[in-house]
């Protein structure tokens, strides 16, 4: 049997959830889950037509809760400016692409992307419980019909079995977890029926954007022989709510490994006051390990949400100098062609004379250190 979602919590009857599931449901209910709903918005005449036509082009969901937390009087605030269409997305440069990190390229079957050896993604679903404005797979975030499917997963299941290779399954998309829980219990029995996989992997804005979302039961789900780690994506520390830290304290008491990645976004989160705040709070509030700070992909529409790298390799030094290692997240880039991330962090080496090394510390001075080793 086919089953399809297609809106979160919007559930078919074989997949209907119980009644921890009701809050978050009625979440995204009471959010924005199409064009015409902007028009509940407190935004200007022009404000709302720019939006809807930003919207036309590519999908426009906010569940209530993050709606709550944008200040209206702020035209510049950095939760609006993540969810709320703008007339900039509009405005397309040459270079951009449609899969800005070729997740195509790489992709052998259906749903399924192998780009690394032993780790692969799978896409589950397309949707999301909120669809973030500069997400770099809005291409197919925006194509119809693409939520839920068992047959549609078959062809990957079987890649996953044929390959030994593939330790680590990672679940992304769209948002896993705007799944049903029956449906998130079926796909880690899959995987986790297949002996050399070792780890599964969820990539997830729903801790964030619809924390109400994080239940008993969906831990159940997702709990069994593989380890499993919970990648969040907090970009603001005005996103760390009450709601977000016990969704976090559920996730973790379920024995789940928690970390975060954020995309360096202009406008929103690209000085190092609001960079500290946010990686000290997923830390020492959360529980939650800063794992990767992303430059922001070449999607489509996104000129104006991103900086340049020798600003982002500024930002990288100055949390270095400011923060633990263990709040310090990795500034990266994912390659277009498909080349994987790479760290962009500035580079601490200023010279090289045979065993010599030169050396710029933390505190910008530098200093000699020579190598002392055993015969090679």
């Given at each position: 049997m086919t089953s399809h979602l297609d809106i979160p919590g919007m559930a078919a009857d074989d997949e209907r959830a119980g009644d921890d599931d009701t809050t978050w449901q009625g979440d995204v209910r009471a959010g924005v889950r199409q064009v015409r709903d902007l028009d509940s918005l407190p935004l200007s005449p022009a404000e709302r037509a720019a939006a809807q036509a930003a919207a036309t082009r590519h999908k426009v969901r906010?569940?209530?809760?993050?709606?709550?937390?944008?200040?209206?009087?702020?035209?510049?605030?950095?939760?609006?400016?993540q969810v709320i269409?703008?007339?900039?997305?509009?405005?397309?440069?040459?270079?951009?692409?449609?899969?800005?990190?070729?997740?195509?390229?790489?992709?052998?079957?259906?749903?399924?992307?192998?780009?690394?050896?032993?780790?692969?993604?799978?896409?589950?679903?397309?949707?999301?419980?909120?669809?973030?404005?500069?997400?770099?797979?809005?291409?197919?975030?925006?194509?119809?019909?693409?939520?839920?499917?068992?047959?549609?997963?078959?062809?990957?299941?079987?890649?996953?079995?044929?390959?030994?290779?593939?330790?680590?399954?990672?679940?992304?998309?769209?948002?896993?977890?705007?799944?049903?829980?029956?449906?998130?219990?079926?796909?880690?029995?899959?995987?986790?029926?297949?002996?050399?996989?070792?780890?599964?992997?969820?990539?997830?804005?729903?801790?964030?954007?619809?924390?109400?979302?994080?239940?008993?039961?969906?831990?159940?789900?997702?709990?069994?022989?593989?380890?499993?780690?919970?990648?969040?994506?907090?970009?603001?520390?005005?996103?760390?709510?009450?709601?977000?830290?016990?969704?976090?304290?559920?996730?973790?008491?379920?024995?789940?490994?928690?970390?975060?990645?954020?995309?360096?976004?202009?406008?929103?989160?690209?000085?190092?006051?609001?960079?500290?705040?946010?990686?000290?709070?997923?830390?020492y509030r959360l529980g939650v390990k800063p794992y990767y700070l992303h430059h922001g992909d070449l999607a489509r529409g996104m000129a104006h949400r991103r900086t340049t790298i020798h600003q982002g390799q500024a930002l990288a030094s100055a949390l270095r100098a400011r923060l633990s290692g263990i709040c310090n997240p990795v500034y990266v880039l994912d390659l277009p062609d498909g080349g994987g991330k790479v760290p962009l962090g500035p580079c601490y080496v200023d010279a090289q004379d045979g065993e010599t090394w030169r050396i710029r510390g933390q505190d910008g001075e530098l200093r000699t250190y020579t190598e002392l080793v055993g015969d090679l």
């Open positions: 906010i569940p209530k809760a993050y709606l709550d937390l944008i200040d209206w009087s702020d035209p510049a605030d950095p939760i609006r400016a269409p703008s007339p900039e997305e509009l405005t397309e440069l040459e270079g951009e692409l449609d899969d800005p990190i070729a997740d195509q390229a790489f992709s052998p079957v259906p749903r399924l992307t192998h780009r690394h050896a032993d780790r692969v993604l799978l896409f589950p679903t397309y949707q999301c419980a909120v669809y973030c404005r500069f997400c770099f797979r809005k291409e197919s975030l925006t194509s119809i019909g693409r939520g839920f499917s068992r047959e549609a997963l078959e062809p990957a299941f079987a890649y996953i079995r044929a390959h030994p290779e593939i330790r680590e399954v990672i679940l992304t998309g769209g948002d896993p977890l705007s799944l049903p829980d029956k449906a998130l219990a079926e796909i880690r029995a899959r995987i986790e029926a297949v002996p050399h996989v070792r780890l599964l992997r969820i990539h997830t804005r729903v801790p964030v954007a619809l924390p109400s979302r994080v239940t008993s039961g969906l831990v159940r789900a997702l709990q069994g022989r593989l380890m499993v780690t919970v990648v969040t994506h907090f970009n603001h520390a005005r996103e760390i709510t009450p709601a977000a830290e016990q969704a976090c304290r559920t996730l973790r008491q379920g024995g789940f490994v928690l970390l975060n990645q954020s995309v360096l976004l202009k406008g929103v989160n690209d000085t190092v006051e609001v960079l500290e705040e946010l990686c000290r709070e997923l830390m």
